[in-house]
């Protein structure tokens, strides 16, 4: 990223969600990203992921400029390239687990099987399962199982905790820092809770829509290994 600006229209005048933003990130690390809400953090995971586009600036994923992409072009990195985790599951609740992963293994070049994503999550006793019938982190597990399915170069993770008790939560990051790792994935997680800092690489701070600070984390620990 260089130079990465956002600026929202609205009637009470321009909002800059994201000011100049320069970042260069190492291909398959995990960064987290931490800042009060409304500093540009989901911005700039948006943007990143081609759900949205930056007002100025460049965005460039290896030698595509996503900048300058068309909308069929954007369509095809994210389908190609980019997996999403949000906060809220947005699992489809008429499907069972392995109907929801099977909902991108259709449509992706090389995915793994539904079964096979789920059994990398800890699932393989709840294929069958509907939402309903699943608790609030295995829901979200099933969310990180369709995420990785198609094998990503891209994993981007917006507040996946944040509806979740520390059980849960760890159990999904867990699973998240493993299958980003066995599908040689770039992570980046973004939270509120700084102890989520613990399992990254780099740690990047923001406020109001410009990073304050990169961090190299010298005690990387596991998910399980974090003070809640």
Known sequence: MRGLTKVYE??????????GVDLDIRQGEML???????????TLLNILG???????????????????????????YRRRSVGFIFQFFNLV????????????????????????????????????????QLS????QRVAVARAIAKRPKILLCDEPTGSLDS?????????????????GATSM?????VEVAAIADR????RDGAITEVAENRDKRSPGEMRW
Do not use: C, Y
Request: without cysteine; negative net charge; charged residues 25%.
């Open 189 to 193: 997680i973004v939270s509120h809770n």
């Open 32 to 42: 987290i990203l931490l800042g009060p809400s409304g500093s540009g953090k989901s």
């Open 10 to 19: 609205t009637e009470a005048g321009a909002v800059h969600a994201l000011r």
């Open 93 to 132: 609740p008429s499907l069972t687990a392995r109907e929801n992963v099977a909902l991108i293994t259709e449509i992706a070049d090389d995915p793994m099987t539904p079964e096979e994503a789920l059994d990398r999550v800890g699932l393989s006793d709840r294929l069958d399962h509907f939402p309903a």
């Open 50 to 76: 081609g759900l949205d586009r930056g007002s100025a600036g460049k965005v460039l994923f290896h030698d595509q400029d996503l900048t300058a992409a068309t909308e069929h072009q954007l369509t095809l």
């Open 167 to 183: 059980e849960a939560g760890v159990r999904v990051l867990d699973a998240i820092v493993d299958v980003a790792r066995e599908v």
């Open 136 to 139: 609030g982190g295995q829901q």
């Open 203 to 206: 740690v990047i701070r923001f």
